[in-house]
């Protein structure tokens, strides 16, 4: 049976009962994979502080974990009291789980065939140091096995500290036997062991310097947004979509996009979308659609970003909105694309597109907006109403309470001035050509 | 005294809680204390006819529209990480406040972006959901997500439903291998 991470089962489904074997098998970069046994209590704590069981310490106290040749052998009738889970870990040597090939992990009957097993390799992993692999445990009276599969970016340190124990211990056997480890003088238990002789050093780090347990080294998702807003879309209009996507302080990326109209005498390259649009009326030129917006910062500063007059806006500073194409003919498959780049510190964006030149309204090109996020998330609009004046305002994006609401307006005006009245940015209008 | 719930099993809420008015279902976890992006496991609701449908977007409750159309059904705010004691994520609902062409109520949880940050239920400590009475607290039902979740990332966990003059709550514990989007799709909503 072929297992998957997160997975959980009974042994008894597996066929298994009283003593198992957990093997390992593991290849990559890593000069060695050390296999690693934690004897943990219900509440997945070590029972002791150097409950451990490894090639450097092959039995646990009670017996009943014993290694041997990438091996543990488990009796589970043999755990002494309030033993109640048991947690099997990967520790790459002078590496992480990203330099591993191939890495298998078996579950049998005392020397039998796999009866179940969890296959991995490095593309599974970030820059994790150690992983915990499988857990058995006992769950409402029974033992049940799971794929845990996570980690720590600070290797054994990390696993150590996660099973409530302090410092990191040798994981290879000392060249000559070794004294029994010495509390440390201080704070926790030391769990080092004092290095054999011409030993290589372990790859986890110097038990010297442990690691505090009140600041745990793993740091925050990239993903996570500092802000903690969201896009809502409003849903107005029956082509509006609700946002499922948390967003935050990621950019907006807003697209325009449409077809081209053909000219009124058709080329041989014309192809599917002239003979599409064949018959539209109008001007015999391509349709150049421009998009814009008008914008008012939280901080009340106010303008118009857009390719007329050259105002293209600046996305490394105020107001954080850039507009970075002006496709004349709708032949590129970009479109037009406005970032804003810092939703988190707008009051309110109005996005419109407006007819320059070459169609006679906006659904004979089929005009159509599109808001995306850096999650994938997507809220598509199109502007599907044959109304006869150039300017649309399509959509109005407000920060309000923490959120991002993106409202479907999709109003028509016969210009700048009238959508600006409209909605009361309140600037002041002049003609502009490109 | 909570029932233990199995698959397609059926509790009549009346007469586990006679004269119940308003249930809650609650949603909690551990933090994650390996590495990587939190657990952000969400609770939501569909609110859905006798077609299984949602009347409208506002029937589905989740973490970006907090209440349903005619305010029956509220959630009480989004948890990302299942940090605090107890329930990490609450909705109640006011059944008496339910519209008569609303048929039933159907309760999911789902692990937010679990399939692009490779998360699944079993991976999750301490995961489950239950059902409340919301007069009192008392738990009604519940389901451990951790351990009998599996490896999907959004499962109908069930649903309260009429029959009769009564509500009866029916444990599903459906997996949805295809994730949020598949599962808010089949519910009707336009997302």
Known sequence: MQLATGQR?????????????????????????????????????????????????????????????????????????????????????NGDLRGVRRGEVSVSGPGGPAAANWSFSGTDFGNER??????????????????????????????????????????QPAAAPTPAAQPAPSGGLNLSRPRGNGMPASSAPSSTNPPSTSSPASTPSPSRPLSLTKITLDKQGQSARISLQKAGTQRVHVNLNWDAKPSTAPTPSGGFLSKLLGNVSGVGKAADLDLGCMYELASGEKGVIQALGGNFGNAGGPPFIKL?????????????????????????????????EGAGNFSEVGGRLSFNDPQGNEVKMQLSNPAALPFCAVALVQAQGGELVITKEERYFSGHRDCDEAFGFGFSWKAGRK | MPVSLTKGGN????????????????????????????????????LVNDAGKVRNDQDFVFFNNKSSSDGSVTHQGDNRTGAGEGDDEVINMDLEKVPADV???????????GQTRGQNFGMVEKAYARV???????????????????????????????????WKFKAIGQGFNDGFQALVKSYGVNA
């Open chain 1, 9 to 93: 089962t009974a042994l008894a489904t597996l066929n298994l009962s009283d003593q198992l074997d957990i093997a390992f098998d593991v290849s990559g970069s890593a000069s060695a994979y050390a296999p690693l046994c934690f004897v943990l209590n219900a509440d997945s704590r070590l029972v002791q502080p150097d409950a451990m069981v490894s090639p450097a310490q092959t039995h646990s106290n009670d017996g009943a974990v014993t290694y041997q040749a990438e091996r543990f052998r488990v009796e589970l009738a043999r755990l002494a009291p309030g033993v109640e889970r048991l947690a099997f870990a990967v520790v790459p040597e």
């Open chain 1, 130 to 171: 150690a992983i915990i692999a499988l857990e058995l445990y006992r769950h409402q009276g029974d033992w049940r096995l799971m794929v845990n599969g996570q980690g720590f970016a600070d290797g054994l340190a990390g696993l150590v500290r996660h099973f409530g124990g302090n410092g990191v211990p040798d994981l």
């Open chain 1, 324 to 356: 970075d194409q002006d496709d004349r003919s709708g032949a590129s498959a970009g479109g037009e694309n406005l970032f804003i780049e810092r939703p988190d510190l707008i009051r309110k964006v109005l996005i419109f597109a407006f007819i320059y």
């Open chain 2, 11 to 46: 509790v009549s809420l009346s007469k586990e809680a006679p004269g119940l008015k308003k249930i809650n279902v609650g949603l909690g976890w551990d933090t994650r204390r390996t590495d990587g992006a939190d657990f952000d496991l969400d609770a939501m609701v569909f």
């Open chain 2, 103 to 113: 048929q039933k109520i159907v309760v999911a949880v789902v692990i937010y972006e």
């Open chain 2, 132 to 166: 409340l009475n919301g007069d009192g607290g008392a738990e009604i039902a519940r389901y451990d997500l951790t351990e009998d979740g599996g490896t999907v990332t959004a499962m109908i966990f069930g649903e309260i439903y009429r029959n009769g003059g009564e």
